[in-house]
């Protein structure tokens, strides 16, 4: 590993390229490494006690310590650790940087003052100056404390034997039966004899060929595909699915249906979320990393690798470099809370976040449960967490962002080696970047004064709330050049960056919080890994962070758990319940396997396979199970009725994109290219409301106006999206015709005909959506823009390619419901289209219509109803 | 709405045209044959016996709101702060006063001071306890009382339990329900018209709806239609639940496919009825004030009280109103005092106007979140997650005012005296509906499934 590592920096040399960070508004987060000062000096230590602490003890121990009447601002100044952690505005104390010193701002009553009723002599107030520019020497440990944890080795050696936690073995295999296909097949149908269970018959063609094509791809198969497959199928069954399911994996539009599973993992957004929903304009360089690598069938073990540590892994050249930094956005595009105001609480938060996505998407543990305490089920002790923290904690996480009041905690962005910039983003020529930069710099002075001038006593109320408001929007405006500025580089061309991580500067074990509160660190803990899924003792350098190791370490293939975890979803996004029912919770409270050795037989094939993604889907599509028919049948409900045993095939509810992709499909209307960037990064930095820009800058829709007029018309947009808002459309619904998943995804406001089908909550890992029936759906297709324009694409379809009546209610069933109608339906179908007819008047408004009109409305309502019934919106 | 519409009533067309496709599909269920008189699932059924309340206002806390610095008194907490507490942090003492308050005497703290006008009407239920220790499952176990599979929520059982008495409108109504919390409202095996229908919320999400600062109060969007006139729109719906009941009718039992019906059906009427509902204006200035509606921070909870009581008398049988941001780990100082003062004057302005109106005493007004906290502290001024004991409070409907039952230690740390599990409360609750818990059951796949499973006991002290 040492040897690899030796010449992964030769390669990185030999490039000749050097990684740079893009810095944006303020130094990186501002975490000094404080637990690793020298030891205080004598003398140090005498002038603490001497001219420090009698004044903190007379002055701020009051407000300001356990033992007093409380902890104001959550500040306490009686010990060291304390004071670097700091209350909510930030830490007291950087030794030796007074500028970065709360503490200094405030006993000179710049922005805070302290004490409140009167300055220190400045005799004192110099001492202070002295003691934090000699490094702040304090004696006052606070604890030191260890933590001692509940959990011992024995514990840990037993909890090795969970079965979660041992290695999957390849099961034996049962013996051959006449029903079975496949290994799935004897695998599943030993427990039908088990259960009594005889499975269901197999779909028939329409069925699978619908439920194939919308499980592998997410789309409705094109009554083209449906032709063809038939008649294949009435030649030889098998080879027809074989070939149908190799055909899929191949389109490009795979990639867009199962990346979006591991974006719904991926707590993928492009916004911060949480109380200030700041924009990521960034963030989709990591979606369309995430579908290329299904598209290319990357090996999952890779496709891990690059996400915890791509910026530390080999490259062949700057193409494969820029892909691997882009895939640890996996890192970096959690919801944050930018708003607060202390950094170390921050990035313990944002560690946390980091903690508990690796272990639930990759292994299926939850381990930030142990911040606090011991994991209250599995034998992972408190220190475990701080072990696997200390690597994060040797991260930096670079998300972008300018700093305001309302973005607390801006970072810097990864400059890629490509130049491949944003296309939402334009050139500015130098003399404007010089004046936006001078423009800048005044209204930062003037924010300043404005901020000073708000602390001054005040005449009146009404000074004052104007200063804070002229303080404010000057302060805003500042942002909003400095987001442009750091758009483009010196020469003012766009920059090509992305989220993600790299090593920080200092490279540091992580010491145990009791209870996880930053100002009560115990001992420290070496990095390393979760004991229990690891026995072999972890020695990390220190030269490094250690997510190299931890991502090697989590794909090898005796790994316990990474290869069942992902095979497992993909079980479950092809079968429709998982293995493990809770697909992010192997641990001892989840439900366990309902298929312990099927589990276990796909993990190993998995790893076998080379860990394709395509060939688990391949092999479990091919199974009989899988090809079951969900037809109801009572015994066997009873028996069974959560279908634990799969005797049947699994009606499902669609997905929300599969929804509002089919009907694009079927109107005609859908644009199959990927659009470059995003909405959100044409709307660059910043905070997005509900009515707000991400929203309402129109993408360009096909042959519209180029994007710089869009841009340009950005306050015109505003207005209609707010005019759109108040009649309750949006512009989503009638300009875009791409496919759901490059919709702009900010997490407090959703595209509607997503979140009204239960769309993952982008702020949590979820590896299983709700799949809810409710009437704010059935409004949605009774009443919606989308719905509507698209049942009118439809119709327009339907008269240009079939001649008759009947034939346009034949073809349309095809392209909704992807089968030939019934002769009930064609007659239900018939009346309603003469019903139309015959109600001219019946419309909204004003004006009377041609009949021609009058056919083309009630067509248009027969393709709405199509996609509002059920049929639609579930796959047998 | 209605201008557009000609000749027609909706209703009217309901009784005739379409006679409730929906309700044939119901009608055909198997499992649950000859389980009301009626084929229509949601109209009024009779209770075991006479009921206390006729409806739920839930207000729901979500977060895990403090019980000791709001409803549960702990002068001894006081007295020992700053010692150790049990779990490492050292024992905090609430940062605000308590006083007592209205005939009773009932100890509340200075951050109701609106809601403790009201004490008189208040039963406190101060040893609530439940069995999970994290948000969501705690969530899920107080609305379903199974944390572990899913189960019909509270809700869903009441509606199941007594129907409705408004057909216009979802009998189970969810205002600003949080994201991803579907289960909570769900009906699960219950048949899908059980279960609650989300209204506000959409665009409004995350950090902006958990603040509730929202002044345009809850909506529902894609409510009218922009082409059909309503008998159009009929002779559409009937279309589409045509193919609906084909594919039924092929296809045997398919429990999605008779929600989709249902939802349709609701959903057509509610074009109507909902709108009218959720408008405001015609409440006089006295009334919008009472509930602090235009007054900043309390306008959006406001609101949504103000919609609870309407909805309350159209009939809607359980309204349920979330109210986020309770997680108070650190900064209970700052945040909690902010957090109550958005809800304090609403709640206030709910129960009196309940009241004038003579519907407090048979609707049950319930004010809780999914567990309370430590008294030790956290992170400073926080304090962490205790399913152990803390505090829920019931008004109106069939419970004593003025009272306090049950008591947490010396700390508030669990719950010690007349200790009132999830179970208990459920059952409570189903009691003053008229509902016996242990004979509100639903047969699904051969067995028969209750709210409280095999647990349960009507806290009798409590009911008026």
Redesign the interface.
Known sequence: MNGKCENFGRWWCSAGILLSCVLVGSPATATADEEQQPKPTEEGLRFFEAKIRPVLVEHCYRCHS??GS??RG???VDSRDALLAG??SGPAIVPGDLEQSLLWNAINHQDLNMPPKQKLPEAVIADFRTWIEMGAPDPRASTGVVLKSRVGPEDIEKGREFWAFRKPVRPSIPAETEWARTNIDRLVSAKYQEQNLAPNPDADAHTLLRRLSIDLVGLPPSPQAIDRFVKSWELNREDAIASEIDRLLDTPQFGERWGRHWLDVARYAESA?????LSFPHAWRYRDYVIESFNQDKPYDEFVREQIAGDLLPAKDDAEWAEHLIATGFLALGPKALIEQNPR?FQADLIDEQVDVTTRVFMGVSVACAR??DH?FDPIPQTDYYAVAGIFQSTATLYGGARTQRNRQPSNLIILPTDDPDPNVKSLSREELAEMRRRRDELEREALEARRAARQPQKTDGDQRRNFANQFLLEQQATQLTNQINSVDDNGEPITACMGVQDAAQIRNARVL??????QPAQEVKRGFVQVLSSENVELSSKTSGRLELSRWMTSPDHPLTARVMVNRIWQHLIGDAIVRETENFGASG?GPTHAELLDYLAVRFVESGWSVKAMIREIASSRVYQLSS??D?ER??KD??NLYHARGN?R?LDAEVIRDGMLAASGQIDLKRPRGSMISGFGSGMI??TGPAMALPQTPPGGPDRGEVRRQGVQNLIAAARA?QS?TSFLDTTVYYRSVYLPIA????P?AL??F?FA?P??V?GER?S?????????M????FV?EQSDALARRLLKEAETPTDRIRLAFQLVYNRPP?E??VK??QQ?LR??MA?VG????SGVRDRNEQAF?GLS??C???F????Y??A? | MNT?FSGFSRRAMLQTASAGFGFLAFAGL?TQAAESESSNPLAPKQPHFPPKAKRVIFLCMQGGPSHLDTFDYKPQLAADA?KGGR????LMAS?WEFRQHGKSGLWISDLFPEVAKHADELCLMRSMHCDQ?THPRAMTQMHTGNA?FVRPSLGAWTLYGLGTENDSM?GFVALNAP??S??NY?SAFLP?IY?G??VGR????????Q?GN?NSGPS??????????D???R???D??Q???K???AR????P??E???E??E???R??DALPELMDLSKESDKTLAMYGIDEGDTDAFGRQCLMARRFAEAGVRFIEITHGNWDHH??LKTDLPERCNEIDKPIAGLLKDLDQRGLLKDTLVIWGGEFGRTPDA????GR?HNHKGYTIWMAGGGVKGGMSYGATDDHGREAVENKCHIHDWHATVMHLLGLDHTRLTYR???RDFRLTDVYGNVVQEILS
């Open positions: 356990a033992d409380g902890i959550g500040l306490a209350g909510e979320g949480k109380e200030v929903d609480q606090c305490h209250k009791v209870r996880g509160e930053i100002d439900p037809a109801y009572v409900f009873e009725p959560d009606t509810r409301r509900e808002r309750g997490r407090n406001s959703l509607r979140e009204v239960d909550e702020s949590m979820i709700e809810s029936n409710t009437p704010g759906q059935a409004l949605y009774l009443n919606n823009v509507l019934t009930d339906e239900v179908s309603f019903g139309a109600a019946d419309t909204r408004g409305a309502q027969f709405q109803s199509l509002a019934s059920a049929e919106r579930y047998n | 557009d198997s700053g779990s490492g942090g050292r940062p220790p572990q979802p994201a991803a579907a289960q769900g899908a279960q229908t989300k959409n665009q409004q999400r995350g950090g902006a709806a603040r929202s529902l969007p894609d409510i009218s239609n922009p082409r059909l006139a008998n159009a729109q002779r559409q719906l279309f589409i045509k193919l609906n084909q594919k039924l296809e045997k039992e398919q999605g496919v929600g989709v019906i939802s349709y609701l959903a057509f509610m074009q650190n900064r956290q992170n400073g001024d962490d699904y796949a051969g």
